[in-house]
């Protein structure tokens, strides 16, 4: 009579326990082990129709575990790649698409640069440096004086975001005529700028449209008075 049930050792089954730190490291954890080990299998296939078949399951398995990729551009030459990948590029079957080798692993993207990595004047943003590196290269008339002069503003306007207070022309065009490489020089220029007043306006007028929609604002309520406010508990006297 063969015994259906056989009762454990706790202890043993406490001892024969198996933690992820001594399993085998997963190359793709998304997918999860038992993935892994259907890839490890389909590898130690001996005969070669048998292991196509089973790496076209698992194609199919791993698809099934992604639909929401399946409108990706490549969807299925992305799952072959991941499958040699997982199989640590041993896996020997017939591929609709180039086999990867495991130098593509190892290729890193290019150094991006940077513009401006520690600007002089941050407050002015490179917004600004790019429109007087485009003044520089216009050709001396009105249309150039209007653009300089929109530029000197706009710093001007910039300048008070950052110190909310005041600030002089000829600094203004000091910093013009710096960044510009001395192109534009307004040293000696007659001409004004806007007013700080107006400009610190149209800053704060800006920043309440910044506020996102739904915030409560404070109201005082010196003004609440009127009809509609409920009016305090009188207690009736009346018999």
Known sequence: MIEKYKKEVANDVVFNLEYNSERQRLIIPEYGRHLQKLIDQATAIEDADTRNKAAKYIIQVMGSLNPHLRDVPDFQHKLWDQLFIMSDFKLDVESPYPIPSRDVLQLKPDVLQYPQNFPKYRFYGNNIKYM?????????????????????????????????????????????FELSGGKINLLQSTEELLNTTDLLRTNKRMSNKITPPGQPKIQSNKNNKGPGKPKPFQKNNQK
Not at 135 to 155: C, F, P, R, T, Y
Not at 160 to 175: A, P, Q, R
């Open 132 to 176: 007087i590196d485009v003044a520089n290269k216009w050709d001396e008339g009105e249309m150039k004086n209007a653009l300089v002069l929109v530029i000197a503003n706009h710093m001007k306007k910039s300048y008070l975001s950052w110190n909310k207070d005041t600030v002089k022309d000829d600094v203004i065009f000091e910093h013009l």
